[in-house]
């Protein structure tokens, strides 16, 4: 895999954080403010969890295509145009008052996010040194965390005085930010290589080139899934398992954003500033988590390890979330909600590190986008069926069954895990009939 060879370039990654941080804000912002104007006006759970639905299913279905537009064009230009076109669609979603057309104006939001949040996660270990990636993924992670803490709280605070349409302004001017990042970053990817990669007057290799030739003489290993041309998902036994688990254990329990809204405001009566500074207690949990792994990470050598990391966070996930069902009153569920957003946070190292170890750099964008798409579509699922129970059974009892299916779910992918270890042990260590290696076998556990 190919990582930059020179010095890291932290202004970068201080940029590419600021940016997501700022963006992921106003998202937040503009979701809480939704959420709260629908259950105001007496929507039920599958009004909430529609609207839910519009702002995830295209980061889905437009995975694949995402992906690649990522790997293939420009990042400055997807950056500066796609971040252009979400600030006028916020603009128009501040001031529509038909539903199905702000549901439609969401979705849209949400397909330039299907392009921008793999481009720029797939830009992060193009930026620094593999020794380097754990720390920049904890900064973009921290960035996300404030981002994620501060939007709930401004919409509990901004929807009580203002209405929807303040918050989904500020909402427009956040994606300006991925404009600036497109014109400030240095690092770039996809497209043509900028000129620091191609050859210089007397004919030595550019940075990307040199950086593939020092992995080779350090004997580095290729990805294991191939070259960049030959990569696939399924043949990484490893990924596969990761990004399945991650998917079911999130549907299991992704029901908890649509009944989160009722449990609180309903059954516990808490107010909608309650409501925005508990939402805000998961994201601010997400910091110390990620800082917490990634000092971790630094002494994990196997990316099996990785993985069953990444089973223990959402295990935490699932039992936080099924203690919540005892709580007598909403302000108890801060603590717990910072216990689960640090799981959250560090499952997030864990699976950011494992992509950028085991992905070629020029399919990176592609394997982001399937990951976030399994993430998303995990949510998609578990709004479905939070939304269709919560017409039958009552928050609280419905919270618990959520939290026990959680950890039902990861349990099961226990023994997986540890069969798609030894499976790719068994791979690399693959011998022909002759007797002699079919490939040269990567070093399993070590860093790449």
Not at 74 to 85: C, E, F, H, P, Q
Not at 153 to 179: E, K
């Amino acid at each position: 895999m190919s990582f930059t060879s020179d010095a890291s370039r932290w202004p970068d990654v201080w940029i590419v954080a600021a940016a997501r941080g700022t963006t992921i804000c106003g998202d937040f912002l503009a979701a809480t403010a939704l959420a709260l104007a629908l259950q105001g006006a007496g929507a039920g759970g599958l009004a909430v969890s529609g609207l839910l639905l519009a702002a995830t299913l295209p980061l889905v279905v437009l995975a694949p295509l995402a992906g690649r537009l990522a790997d293939r064009v420009d990042s400055r230009t997807l950056l500066v145009t796609i971040g252009l076109a979400q600030t006028a669609i916020c603009l128009l979603l501040a001031v529509a008052d038909d539903p199905v057309l702000v549901v439609a104006l969401v979705a849209l939001l949400a397909c330039g996010l299907a392009v921008t949040q793999p481009c720029l996660a797939a830009l992060l270990p193009a930026m620094v040194r593999p020794a380097d990636l754990p720390r920049a993924s904890a900064i973009s992670q921290t960035a996300v965390s404030l981002g994620a803490l501060g939007g709930p709280v401004l919409a509990g605070l901004l929807v009580g005085q203002f209405g929807t349409r303040v918050p989904l302004l500020i909402d427009a001017a956040t994606y300006l930010a991925l404009v600036v990042a497109g014109f400030a970053l240095r690092t770039r990817r996809g497209g043509r290589r900028p000129a620091s990669d191609q050859p210089d007057s007397t004919g030595q290799p550019g940075r990307a080139e040199q950086s593939s030739r020092a992995e080779q003489n350090a004997g580095s290993p290729v990805a294991p899934a191939g070259t960049a041309q030959g990569w696939r998902l399924r043949r990484d036994p490893l990924m596969v398992v990761m990004v399945v688990s991650t998917a079911v254990v999130i549907a299991a329990i992704g029901g908890i954003n649509v009944i989160e809204v009722f449990f609180i405001r309903e059954t516990l009566r808490g107010s909608a500033t309650t409501y925005g500074l508990v939402g805000a207690a998961w994201m601010a949990g997400m910091l110390p988590g990620g800082w917490l792994a990634a000092q971790l990470v630094r002494r994990i050598a196997d990316d099996a390890a990785l993985v069953r990391g990444v089973l223990i966070t959402l295990a935490g996930c699932s039992l936080m979330v099924l203690l919540a069902a005892r709580v007598p009153a909403a302000a108890l569920l801060v603590p717990l909600w910072l216990v689960g957003g640090a799981a959250n946070g560090a499952g997030n190292v864990f699976a950011n590190l494992l992509t950028a170890r085991r992905v070629p750099e020029g399919m990176r964008a592609r394997a982001y986008a399937t990951y976030g798409a399994a993430v998303q579509g995990g949510s998609m699922g578990g709004y479905l069926i939070g939304g269709a129970l919560l017409t039958r059974i009552p928050p609280r009892p419905l919270i618990a069954g959520v939290g026990v299916t959680g950890l039902l779910v990861v349990l099961l992918f226990v023994p997986v895990v540890a069969r798609a270890a030894r499976r790719l042990v068994s791979d690399v260590a693959g011998r022909d009939p002759q007797g002699g290696l079919t490939r040269s076998p990567p070093n399993v556990g070590g860093r790449r």
